[in-house]
């Protein structure tokens, strides 16, 4: 067994604090963008980057989707006041008619997996433009410390975000420092030719490897139905690239899909690669020593998470010691109260779980001080 003892879980908070937009917000952040982005100049007139066809085909698949499942006519007339639906219902949605193969009319039949890809291509593409734009670096800073009190390597992560935030900061240090970004799954790119393939990705070497476990998928994995492989997009968010350049299997021809699951859905999902990551999660989280949960406050949604940390606390032979970290300015103390109660009616052993004041930029800059 890893060397492993302490476990990081970073939840929305923490891409949140680096500039991420929240979930319930992607679809109005994109949407405010689109009109833009489609019109070819900012509101002040200033002209921005053009679309290309495959953007222009993407935008009018979601027009067609908003007006069809939302009555929203969202892209041509941006309604700040407009009840915009979570990025969850929409796919939860669409993900249910497709595993039942039903349809919402003769017409859309077979575009439902088409909506389903424009909207994970929205998401990347408005997660990218929002991080792109932000100054944060708090992941940056706390592998930086980590790496300064040489505990780096006895640290695995598990992010529930899609994002990508986590995995350029390691990435990052991949080959500077003797670290090794591991995500615990057998990638396509390991087969390719690292003298001659600029896609080809090492696998990681054990004694260096820095896990991370990215339990709902993530934006740099593309997914061939056909091999039933999985190939990293090395720094480049695969599902930009998947619909940009229409990314084709290397082994195969078959057009690569995007790997994202929405918590909510979580249950139906058969991906071996996921089962895989969640089997070695629950593995790292009953043998850690410490476990610390960064902006995250256990919704009713997640219960696979609950589920995980639950064997972690009651299958756990080390005094397990829980760290909660949610907090951030403008709190307000109802709120806070409330997040606190529910982990601490959560867990069994109510004396090891250390609900914090700090916020995730505080405990990325110093850590827990005793
Ligand atoms: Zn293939």
Redesign the pocket.
């Known amino acids: 067994m890893s060397s492993v003892d302490s476990v990081i879980i970073l939840g929305a908070g923490a891409s949140f604090s680096d500039g991420a937009p929240l979930q319930n917000d992607l679809i109005k952040e994109f949407c405010s963008t689109a009109l833009i982005r489609k019109l070819g100049f900012s509101s002040k007139g200033i002209p921005i980057e053009k679309l290309s066809e495959i953007e222009i085909n993407q935008l009018s698949q979601i027009e067609k989707y908003f007006d069809l499942f939302w009555g929203a006519d969202l892209l041509s007339s941006f309604d700040k006041k407009f009840s915009y639906p979570t990025f969850e219902d929409c796919l939860g949605i669409l993900d249910i008619a497709q595993n039942r193969n039903e349809s919402f009319g003769l017409e859309y039949r077979s575009k439902l997996n088409e909506f389903r890809n424009s909207l994970i291509f929205l998401i990347a593409k408005t997660i990218e433009e929002k991080l792109t734009a932000s100054e944060s670096h708090n992941h940056e800073t706390l592998i930086n410390r980590l790496v300064k009190q040489g505990t780096l390597r006895s640290t695995a992560f598990i992010s529930l975000n899609y994002d990508i935030i986590i995995d350029n900061t390691l990435t990052g240090i991949r080959n500077s420092d003797g670290f090794d970004l591991d995500y615990g799954i057998e990638f396509m790119n390991f087969k390719r030719d690292p003298n001659s393939d600029e896609n080809s990705w090492g696998r990681p070497n054990p004694t260096k490897s820095i896990l991370l476990f990215k339990l709902h998928g993530s934006l740099n994995w593309l997914y061939?139905p056909?091999?039933n492989?999985i190939e990293i997009t090395p720094k480049i968010k695969g599902a930009i690239k998947a619909f940009t350049q229409s990314e084709k299997?290397y082994?195969?021809?078959?057009p690569m899909e995007p790997i994202i699951v929405p918590p909510t859905y979580f249950k139906e999902m058969e991906n071996v690669y996921l089962q895989q990551i969640f089997q070695r999660t629950d593995e790292i989280l009953r043998n850690s020593k410490k476990i610390y949960i960064c902006g995250y406050s256990l919704p009713d949604a997640d219960l696979h998470i609950k589920y995980l940390l639950k064997r972690a606390e009651l299958l756990n032979r080390n005094p397990l010691e829980i760290f909660i970290i949610n907090n951030h300015k403008g709190k307000k103390n109802p709120k806070k109260i409330d997040k606190k109660k529910r982990f601490l009616q959560f867990f069994k052993r109510k004396t090891m779980v250390k609900y914090t004041e700090l916020s995730f930029e505080d405990f990325c800059r110093d850590g827990i001080q005793d």
């Open positions: 061939c056909t091999c492989q299997c082994a195969c021809g078959t």
